[in-house]
């Protein structure tokens, strides 16, 4: 099978140039189309469990962003052919046919993790490290390694697997300071080299299943003061007497040894699990429950398709319910300021009729005057410029009781309203009198629509712009901290509304 542009198609719904991770385990690919390198934006790649042989690499190099490639599993017997891929950074070529390491890695000059374990490599070229000034881990465990020569050029280096392979002696490791975890597991170790001293990094060391037989053989692990888990199982050495008191007063700092824990606390709860055999019964009990739980929870997850049917369309429910909600709410909001303008615009007219009303009763005295110079009476020009004397008298005195009125309005609005039940007592314009009673249910009803919308913005949530603006404008009146009041009120609200928001530890 031909790993081609096609089949990525099948198994990524994206365009090619915006893909940034392939994986095809297992399906039988055996070489790879040119048509890869399409797949610019490319960062890792996975290939394991397949039918790779040859040189079928090539294609890859194209790919300039890659930074991480799984090739294990395959039947590779060379990397020749993969080489120029500055931004590698994880190279896996596990279980496969190689026999030794080819020298075009030293192209990956970023490479970070080297994984060349179970294949049939003899020999290791410290010449094609030398380049790998990054690398921090590798992994040449499960070959037929017998030598490795000293990596004083991977000063950066922090894990070494060099498990079951040929190994006698170990190399120099005077320049690994780095080094936190070195495995040289069965192998045919006789010594722990002096050199080993150096490495204060040191954190796990496993070298079981060796040839260390005397006390002189470990006794550089005195210097390792940081070292906390030790394997010697499987080495002559274990079977002498006062073996682990020896080991942990030459290494004190250690808490695990040849997979057991020795720290004290350990200890001291492992005492008392031992003599309170009802507490292990407990212990071993929950363990099961536990385990039964995990395992319920897997076949409730395995059938659980149509409760979340269920649960999907009780959402759709709950959306269309919030939007129903939030469409109230605007209405309401809506016809709020609708009340208020129909309320004022009725004060303003019955305002305005007030006034025309007495306007019409001072100008009514000058109208019967008027209605007198029509009568059918011959008058002479003197009378008639007296009658236009009076009219404009009249309009004077008109004009300024208006004013008085006004003045007195506005500086004694407690007269007016005497004035008002004055006149409705003595069944004067009573029309343009204001009804109290209308006034108050008016009130009433912008009042219940307030209620209203203030309650829909509690349960919904919302937070009046209007009045956060109005608080913030006292709070500064006032002097007081405004980030406190609207903290304080913020919280009021949450507990209020049962978010569970106040209880805290969301900082922590």
């Known amino acids: 099978m031909h790993l081609t542009t096609n089949i990525i198609k099948e198994l990524y719904d994206q365009p090619l140039a915006e893909i940034k991770q392939i994986e095809a385990t297992n399906k039988e690919i ?52 993969l080489k120029d891929l500055p931004e590698l950074n994880v190279l896996n070529v596990a279980r496969n046919r190689l026999n ?37 881990t590798i992994v040449l465990s499960h070959n037929s390694i017998e030598k490795i020569p000293s990596l004083s050029v991977l000063t950066g280096l922090n894990k070494l697997s060099l498990a ?46 060796n040839n260390l037989a005397e006390w002189r053989d470990v006794a550089s692990l005195g210097s390792l003061l940081g070292l906390i888990n030790l394997n010697l199982k499987g080495n002559p050495i274990t079977e002498k007497d006062n073996y682990q008191e020896t080991i942990l007063k030459l290494v004190p700092s250690l808490r695990v040894l040849d997979g057991e824990r020795f720290d004290p606390k350990f200890l001291e709860r492992r005492e008392k699990q031992k003599a309170n055999p009802k507490l292990m019964e407990k212990k071993q009990r929950l363990k099961r429950l536990k385990q039964e739980k995990e395992q319920e929870k897997m076949l409730v997850d395995t059938t659980e398709e149509v409760p979340r049917k269920k649960r999907a369309r009780y959402d759709d429910e709950t959306a269309s319910s919030r939007a129903k909600k939030q469409q109230q709410k605007t209405q309401v909001n809506v016809e709020q300021p609708r009340k208020t303008k129909i309320a004022t615009t009725t004060t303003k007219d019955n305002k305005k009729k007030l006034e025309n009303k007495k306007v019409k009763s001072t100008v009514t005295p000058s109208s019967s005057t008027v209605e007198t110079t029509k009568e059918p009476i011959k008058k002479t020009k003197s009378e008639n410029n007296t009658i236009i004397n009076k009219k404009r008298k009249e309009t004077a005195t008109t004009e300024m009781d208006d004013e008085k009125t006004e003045n007195k309005t506005s500086k004694a609005p407690a007269e007016k309203k005497q004035k008002t039940t004055a006149a409705t007592k003595s069944g004067k314009d009573q029309f343009f009198v204001k009804d109290s009673t209308k006034d108050e249910k008016k009130d009433q009803n912008i009042e219940s629509v307030r209620s209203v919308s203030n309650a829909m913005r509690e349960r919904s ?22 980030l406190d009041v609207l903290m304080g009120q913020q919280k009021e609200k949450e507990t209020s509304t049962g978010t569970g928001l106040d209880v805290g530890g969301w900082e922590d």
């Open 30 to 81: 055996t070489t790879i189309d040119e048509d890869i390198s399409k797949c610019k934006k490319l960062h890792k790649l996975i290939l394991t469990d397949n039918a790779l042989s040859g040189d079928v690499l090539s294609p890859l190099n194209a790919l300039k962003s890659l930074t991480f490639l799984n090739l294990s599993n395959n039947q590779l017997t060379s990397l020749k052919s």
């Open 100 to 136: 030794t390491i080819d020298s075009t890695i030293k192209t990956f000059t970023n490479l970070k993790a080297l994984i060349l374990n179970n294949n049939d490599i003899s020999s290791v070229n410290v010449e094609v490290l030398s380049s790998l000034s990054n690398l921090n």
């Open 461 to 482: 949530g919302v937070v009046g712009v209007v009045e956060m603006m109005q608080n913030q404008k006292k709070a500064a009146k006032s002097g007081v901290d405004v």
């Open 164 to 209: 079951h392979n040929a190994l006698d002696d170990l190399p120099d490791f005077t320049s690994n300071t780095a080094l936190k975890q070195l495995r040289v597991n069965d192998n045919e170790i006789s010594k722990i080299p002096d050199t080993l001293r150096n490495c204060h990094s040191l954190e796990m060391l496993d070298f079981g299943n």
